[in-house]
C-alpha cells in the first residue's frame, strides 16, 4: 500500500524558512513526476512547485527564487524548502506523486494536480507578520 507522509509544517514569522519533507513508500517512485500542492481556507488548491522525471522544476510565480523543490531517491523524500517565507504562503501543503514518468522541458506549466495518484494528507504552514 502506498503511503506519502509529508512533516515539516511549524508557525514561522514572515522571513524565515521552513523545510517540508515527504516520505513515499509502498512503491518504487524514482523518476517519477511529483509536486508540492497547497491550500489556503476559502481558495483554490495551487501548485507549488514540480519536478518532472529529467529534474526539470517548475514553480508558481509568487514563490520563484524563494522556494526549491529537490528529490532524494536515496532516502524516498521529496523537499520543498521555503526562504522568505511570507503570511501569503500560510497554507496546509500537500505532496503529490504522479505514479509515473513524465518529461516537461518547453513546457511552461506543470502536470495539472487532478492526474497524480498519490496523495499526502497535508502538513500545516503559517506564516505571521
Known amino acids: 500500500q502506498v503511503e506519502v507522509v509529508e512533516s515539516g509544517g511549524d508557525s514561522v514569522q514572515a522571513g524565515g524558512s521552513l523545510r517540508l519533507s515527504c516520505a513515499i513508500s509502498?512503491?518504487?517512485?524514482?523518476?517519477?513526476?511529483m509536486a508540492w500542492f497547497r491550500q489556503a481556507p476559502g481558495q483554490e488548491r495551487e501548485t507549488v512547485a514540480f519536478i518532472d522525471t529529467e529534474g526539470h522544476t517548475k514553480y508558481m510565480d509568487s514563490v520563484e527564487g524563494r522556494f526549491t523543490i529537490s528529490v532524494d531517491n536515496a532516502k524516498n523524500t521529496l523537499y520543498l524548502q521555503m526562504n522568505d517565507l511570507k503570511p501569503e504562503d500560510t497554507a496546509i501543503y500537500y505532496c503529490?506523486?504522479?505514479?509515473?514518468?513524465?518529461?516537461?522541458?518547453?513546457?511552461?506549466?506543470?502536470?495539472?494536480?487532478?492526474?497524480?495518484?498519490?496523495w499526502g494528507q497535508g502538513t500545516q504552514v503559517t506564516v505571521s507578520s
Open positions: 503529490a506523486s504522479l505514479g509515473n514518468y513524465c518529461y516537461t522541458e518547453g513546457i511552461p506549466t506543470p502536470v495539472p494536480g487532478e492526474l497524480y495518484s498519490y
Open positions: 509502498g512503491y518504487t517512485y524514482r523518476g517519477h513526476c
